[in-house]
């Protein structure tokens, strides 16, 4: 995809979920970007499909890295080993693989995992922020029930502008 047209696909996104009223999904979303701009739809509709297949089958060729199944290599003690392994662009059965293609993939494996553990330490952080915010939230609820987020955070900045003007 081009960069002018992900960049245009973006803004319309952006568009739909400005004009989005309460909760929607990404179905949603898509919609509203198909009967919003109906040209871009039909340009990108090929591309995006092309890169969906190409997803789908990358996934599936990465599906052995996560789950132990028939397409492993059957080698003693290398039991865990995919069958097939990344190579730059290109997935390789393993066994026709060289020492600089198995140290490649060594490597990008590494990455994964170090981008991985990343990932854990963020999702803790963000799980620990919104278990908070529920619990501010809850305690508003018990003069307002069923408040929102928005409305709780309303009410606090009001409560400062207040303390603020009495100083």
Do not use: C
Request: glycine fraction near 4%; hydrophobic fraction near 40%; avoid cysteine.
């Amino acid at each position: 995809m081009t960069q002018e047209l992900k960049s245009r696909l973006h803004a319309a996104i952006g568009r739909a979920i400005s004009r989005q009223q309460g909760s929607f999904s990404g179905a949603d979303i898509a919609a509203a970007v198909k009967r919003l701009d109906a040209d871009l739809w039909d340009e990108a509709r090929e591309v995006l499909a092309t890169e969906k297949l190409i997803a789908i089958a990358t996934s599936t060729m990465r599906g052995p890295l996560q789950q132990i199944n028939s397409s492993q290599l059957a080698l003693a003690g290398f039991e865990d080993i995919p069958k097939y392994i990344r190579a730059g662009k290109r997935w390789i059965e393993i066994r026709d693989a060289n020492s600089q293609e198995l140290q490649e993939f060594a490597d990008w494996y590494r990455t994964r995992l170090d981008k991985a553990a990343e990932r854990v330490k963020r999702d803790r952080r963000i799980v620990a922020d919104i278990e908070r915010l529920a619990r501010i939230v809850k305690r508003y609820e018990r003069q307002a029930p069923g408040i929102t987020l928005g409305t709780v955070l309303e009410m606090r900045e009001v409560k400062q502008e207040l303390a603020q003007l009495r100083a």
